[in-house]
């Protein structure tokens, strides 16, 4: 049996050496044949034990049995150690998910408002109604409010102001954007004088603009409730600021009192017309937008794991440059299929793709390869050299990995701290960006930027890989029984 094993080991010992590349098929044969001959020297007549080794060999023990002293002090040492490496691991790393949601509140001002006012400088009560409003109370630190008259928007230029500002909003210069319409006080000055109760104070007067698809969570937890905070501030000053000078000042008769009072119009409530220039077209999008790239990690990651026995008959038969270009390409056309599958899944429950370009699928799927390309490259590296070195650090890589990437991705990296300014150079924070394009038309600016970041991440994770599966053959061939 001895002999046997020996020579077993040898065998793989001389191709593991030839290849200088280790598998987890090359793996798994090295333990076992590392313990088979284990086992046989330790039986063997060479080495007898003594009555009381077998009998605590062969022999189950209560944990407090006095014989198990020993053992019980190597348990809880060892014990111990994977306690405090798992602690260390929890405080470093998933602080960083926490860190990135710490003191938001207190940059909100990073997001940048628009508020442009067109009404007429003579009779301008809703303008000052709003600009009033954006400079009080808490406004100030719920966003940065950037006010501008016609003429300072345009900066003397000709144009629609109203036309700028969604394109302003569309280029990604501001998160939203308030609108007062050059002519809003005097329509409702004429309302008045008219008692005309079927006047629209929703319709033409006050605008807020603003783009979902630029931050499905961002827009919702932190444009959104600041614009509708506005617009209830707004309504409360309404009769003071508004109604008050309107009817002081331009109601002059009794007929258009008792016309006014008729009509309803002072108990209307001043609100405003809320357009959303992307909206998202169907509830199923959060999930290729949010958990989604989260599944994307993963799945690079089990793929290495399940295509392990395939690796490790290749690496017996292919020479050490062949074996590398093989590794190279194998994983490509494994991330090509699975990210194929992972975009017919979205298609499949009717999100459009469509909104974009004509052809969306085969971008979306362009995308989705990229993105598993460059996360899943830097996963199978790791994954080599854990298996080689240190196998629980597999687990601890794919949850940091994962955390890392989707820290600040889900949110206006802008209102995390400083330093998740690295989430910009994060494969799933592009991939994001890219999807959102393709998911809701938004602004297609910095397309080549976002592309080009995950291509090189599939560059660098390409070039590392031969160094990684050489330093790992190495460290399993020095492992091996048969070598030393």
Known sequence: MKVIDRETNEKGSKSLGDDGMMTSNDSEAIRNDGMETSEAESFSPEKPLDTEELSLRHTKHSFFDSHLKATRADLGKKAIITLIILLLFMFSVFSIYWGSMYERNTRLVNLQFAVILEDDTENNYISNLVNETVHSGNFSRLATWNVFTHEQYLNGEDGDAYEKLETDIYNENYWAGIYVN????????????????????????????????????????????????????????????????????????????????????????LSFNTIDRRPSSSSVIQAPQQVGLIFMIIITFFQFAFFGPVHGAAAQV????????????????????????????????????????????????????????????????????????????????????????????????????GVFKITYALPVYNSYSIARVILFNTWKGNLGKHFGILVAWIVVNNVILPLVLTAAGKKMKKNSPATN
């Open 182 to 269: 050059n002519t809003a006080t005097s329509q409702l000055i004429a309302a008045y004088q008219n008692g005309d109760s079927s006047f629209n104070t929703t319709a033409t007067l006050l605008f807020t603009i603003y783009e979902t698809g630029r931050d499905l969570t961002g827009i919702s937890q932190y444009v959104l409730p600041t614009l509708l905070r506005l617009q209830e501030e707004v309504t409360i000053r309404t009769a003071e600021a508004v109604n008050r000078p309107i009817v002081e000042n331009h109601i002059s008769n009794v007929t258009q009192q008792e016309a006014l009072i008729e009509s309803g119009l002072l108990f209307k409530q």
């Open 318 to 417: 292919l020479k050490p440059s062949h074996y590398l270009v093989y590794r190279a390409i194998f994983s490509q056309v494994v991330y090509l299929f699975l990210s194929l599958a992972y975009s017919l899944i979205t298609r499949a429950f009717q999100v459009d793709l469509n909104r974009a370009f004509s052809g969306g699928l085969g971008v979306y799927w362009m995308c989705n390869y990229l993105t598993m390309a460059a996360v899943g490259g830097a996963n199978e590296n790791v994954a080599i050299i854990a298996t080689a070195f240190f196998p629980p650090l597999m687990a601890i890589w794919l949850m940091t990995w994962v955390i890392l990437n989707i820290s600040a991705t889900f949110s206006p990296i802008i209102l995390c701290p």
